[in-house]
């Protein structure tokens, strides 16, 4: 699963720095007017980039938790569309309903990775209970 890694720590560091170069063009053309979401919207993907570099960097075993990864990386993707949408939203100075169903689908991704992550860590100690 060595490969799932790699794929994650070359995707993050892409979509950071498409994000710099996005909020760098954003920023040219903004007229002086920003959004403290366009300017932030790098963070996500690097901390993500961080996490799958750690991941690698100490060996973590991470295939009982594949689904709780999965469902990070959702995550992630819903916050990056969600602050990049929002950012531009509010620059532009209306408001929109879809900024709501971005928050709904943003914190339904935050509560499956939290779930399905109990439900692999409380799996994975009941197993190694049983082995004992």
Do not use: Q
């Not at 720095?17 to 790098?42: D, K, M, N, P």
């Not at 999965?70 to 569309?81: G, N």
């Amino acid at each position: 699963m060595s490969t799932y890694l790699n794929r994650g720590i070359i995707g993050y560091l892409i979509t950071t720095v498409v994000c710099v170069i996005f909020t760098v063009i954003y920023e040219i053309f903004g007229h002086g007017v920003y959004s403290w979401r366009i300017r932030l919207l790098a963070l996500i993907p690097l901390a993500m980039f961080g996490l799958f570099l750690i991941m690698k960097k100490v060996k973590f075993d991470f295939e009982p938790y594949l689904a709780a990864i999965t469902f990070l990386r959702l995550f992630a993707a819903s916050e990056i569309a969600r602050n990049a949408f929002i950012g531009i939203i509010r620059v532009y100075g209306t408001v929109s309903s879809a900024m709501y169903y971005l928050y709904i689908l943003s914190i339904l991704f935050a509560g499956a990775s939290i779930i399905s992550f109990s439900v692999c860590l409380i799996i994975r100690i009941k197993h190694r209970r049983s082995a004992e």
